[in-house]
């Protein structure tokens, strides 16, 4: 009996032909066609950012160890050199200052008149679209748009800014907007906070509409007054909004260059050069491209060292708990 059943099994096994490996899953396969579908749109991304930001941020390292005018070879390697002259250069030392000169000032006054604007954009008011378009329409406009209008404005002699000066009582400002070391960097702000302020309370407009109205309600019923509402509900809830607003504004301040080109070139007599000039200054009008890519590599390494720094320190509330290590949310 057991040898008749060997022999029924053997004949089924031939007749069942040879046994072939289990074909793969179906989740197998979809998730093959998963990372085929990922790669077939980050490559292209990859290499783009690869040309275009990597591979110019390794040649202005490269140059920036020689003595280069920008035509033949890279034969003149002064290693630090250009950046040991860097700062030892007054001009590029006073650079560093206005920077910080700028973000001082849009960090105090323009984001605070951003975020007053929003505030009063955000009640109740006839009208308040026409207000929160006009505002905004600023930052639509390119920044030489911004800047030869400007520069039409505060014309020596026959500028809006002197006759508006001279209305006013103050003739010892007529001439001097642009002109005079004392004022041109004032002048220059003034210019930023009409281009960008718009678009900082836009941020801060959005970050009100996004509290929920039941918690103004509640901490009113339970007696904060106006103040009080803002201080302990509105301005913590904001905070997100705040501080990537504040991020953008630094940045901005730093790299800050079409605007001031256009509109002073740096003058006069470098009270108004930002790095960005500096670097296009020696690049481009002195055929210094060594020394200029050393600028160059400076302002990207205080770009990255603020951003890591801010998004460490500053950031970690806001984005502590938003991706998970697999990748959720």
């Given at each position: ?27 197998r396969l ?85 975020l007053f ?143 001031v080109w ?68």
């Amino acid at each position: 009996m057991p040898s008749s059943v060997s022999t029924l099994t053997k004949e089924r096994t031939q007749d069942a032909g040879p046994v072939r490996p289990p074909a793969p899953s179906r989740s197998r396969l979809r998730g093959l066609a998963g990372w085929a579908s990922v790669a077939w749109f980050l490559v292209p991304a990859l290499v783009l950012f690869l040309v275009f930001v990597l591979a110019p941020i390794a040649v202005a390292v490269y140059t920036g160890f020689f003595k280069w005018g920008g035509v033949g070879p890279l034969e003149d390697f002064v290693g630090f050199g250009n950046y040991a002259k860097l700062f030892r250069d007054q001009v590029f030392l006073g650079d560093l200052e206005r920077g910080l000169y700028l973000i001082a000032l849009s960090v105090t006054v323009q984001l605070p008149f951003a975020l007053f604007t929003a505030v009063l954009l955000n009640q109740r008011l006839g009208g308040r679209a026409v207000y929160r378009m006009l505002f905004f329409a600023p930052y639509i406009l390119s920044e030489v748009v911004t800047a030869v209008l400007f520069t039409m404005i505060f014309l020596p002699g026959g500028g809006v800014a002197d006759h508006l000066a001279g209305a006013l009582g103050l003739e010892g400002l007529q001439g001097k907007w642009l002109a005079d070391p004392s004022t041109v960097m004032p002048t220059l702000f003034v210019v930023m906070t009409w281009k960008y302020f718009g678009f900082h309370m836009m941020l801060f407009l959005a970050g009100l509409q996004n509290i929920p109205g039941e918690i103004l309600e509640a901490a009113s019923i339970d007696g904060a007054g106006a103040w009080q509402r803002f201080r302990h509900v509105t301005l913590p809830l904001l905070g997100p909004t705040i501080r990537i607003s504040v991020f953008l504004s630094v940045i901005g301040a730093i790299q800050l260059f079409d605007l001031v080109w256009v509109m002073t070139a740096g003058g006069p007599n470098h009270s108004s050069e930002t790095m960005a000039i500096s670097m296009f200054q020696f690049g481009f009008k002195r055929y210094q491209v060594g020394y200029a890519s050393a600028i160059s590599v400076v302002l990207f390494m205080i770009s990255l060292v603020f951003s890591l720094f801010y998004q460490r320190y500053v950031l970690r509330r806001d984005l502590s708990g938003a991706v998970t290590p697999g990748g959720g949310r």
